[in-house]
């Protein structure tokens, strides 16, 4: 499946891996604004959704499932944004963000509202850590 399969050099510098899941990579945004995760599909030329057949777009539908199922595990989530734009990086990738009242953003879309703000080192790590065990505890259950 991952034969030929590059990651966006945008997608890498914004966003660290989490985890490879059975389809995509699980990535978590480094911008501490937002809890925001990115799954981007091992597929070599995915661009759309579309792109996928049958059987891969319903794997990435419940990898979505699970991403929001993780950012709703880090504390309150008064909305879940969940988009595949790709007007900047084509390579199919799908945004999943929760969103709070009053965040940085609130109540216009995140994508392209301000500049990033980067995690610390120590957060990012923690924050990586928690969302790796969560996901087993998901996966497990």
Do not use: C
């Amino acid at each position: 499946m991952s034969e030929g399969f590059a990651l966006d050099p945008r997608l890498a510098a914004d966003s660290v891996l989490v985890a490879d899941g059975p389809l995509s990579q699980l990535r978590l945004m480094d911008d501490a604004r937002f809890p925001w995760l990115v799954l981007v599909p091992r597929l070599a030329g995915a661009v759309e959704w579309l792109d996928l057949d049958g059987g891969a777009q319903r794997l990435l539908l419940a990898e979505v499932n699970l991403a929001g199922k993780l950012l709703r595990s880090l504390g309150p989530v008064h909305k879940l944004n969940i988009g595949a734009l790709g007007n900047i990086v084509r390579q199919l990738h799908v945004h999943v963000l929760a969103r709070q009242e009053g965040d940085a953003a609130w109540p216009g879309p995140a994508w392209g509202s301000g500049a990033a703000l980067r995690y610390d080192e120590t957060t990012r790590l923690a924050l990586v850590a928690r969302l790796r065990q969560h996901m087993d505890s998901l996966i497990e259950s």
